[in-house]
Structures are given as C-alpha cells and as structure tokens.
C-alpha cells in the first residue's frame, strides 16, 4: 500500500500562490497516476487535477485551467499541484489521492482512487 501526507496549503490572499506537496510512502509513487481533490464547506468533493503515472497526460477541472499544475517527481516520489492566481473560490480542503491505473491512465473520478492524504486545508482571502 501507498501512504500519502499532503502540505504546502495556508493562507493567501486572492491572485496568490501556493504549491501544494503530495510525499508517497510504502510504495513507489511511478506505479500510480495521481489525482487532486478539494472539498469545501457544505459542497461534495470535487476534481481538480489528474496525472498519468508517467506523467505524460494531465487532465484540470476547467474553472483551474491556466491557473493551476499538477506534476511528479517520481525520482522523489512525491507529487505537486501548484496553483497561481488564486481565488477565493478554490478554498478548501485539497486532497492527494493515488490510483493503480491502466496504463497511462488519469483518472477524473474519485471512486477510482484507492489511496488518499489526509487534507491540507487553502484559504484564499478576498
């Protein structure tokens, strides 16, 4: 099994940034594709970024497309998602979460993660 510990989030205020970190143990990260998650108060988890385990095909919710970059460095086994122009909008919890894929595949749907952190909690101020 992977183990999966996010950091990196805090408090910003709206057009910042942040770089979020996701550290893989147990397993080496290069034998699954990644995906970002965020949850806010009241609303349902939602998608925001996938990676191929290869890191050769990405996939972003639309509302984070040209803000937002998923990444991996698997030498390190650790995954990134850096986020830029921030709005007050992508508050929330983000989480990491890692699937087995099939092939080079990303995965845009929660259920088809197996492996999730813990939350790390982004505040954007207005």
């Known amino acids: 099994q992977v183990q999966l510990i996010e950091s990196g989030g805090g408090l910003v205020q709206a057009g910042g940034s942040l770089r979020l970190s996701c550290a893989a143990s147990?397993?080496?990260?290069?034998?699954?594709?990644m995906g970002w998650f965020r949850q806010a108060p009241g609303l349902e988890r939602e998608f925001v970024a996938a990676?191929?385990?290869?890191?050769?095909?990405?996939n972003y919710k639309d509302s984070v497309k040209g803000r937002f970059t998923i990444s991996r460095d698997n030498a390190k086994n650790t995954a990134y998602l850096s986020m830029n122009s921030l709005k007050p909008e992508d508050t929330a919890v983000y989480y990491c979460?890692?699937?087995?894929?099939?092939?080079?595949?990303?995965?845009?749907?929660?259920?088809?993660?197996?492996?999730w952190g813990q939350g790390t909690q982004v505040t954007v101020s207005s």
């Open positions: 990676i191929s385990s290869n890191g050769g095909l990405t």
């Open positions: 979460a890692a699937a087995i894929p099939r092939g080079s595949a990303y995965y845009t749907q929660s259920r088809a993660y197996g492996y």
């Open positions: 147990g397993r080496t990260l290069s034998s699954y594709s």
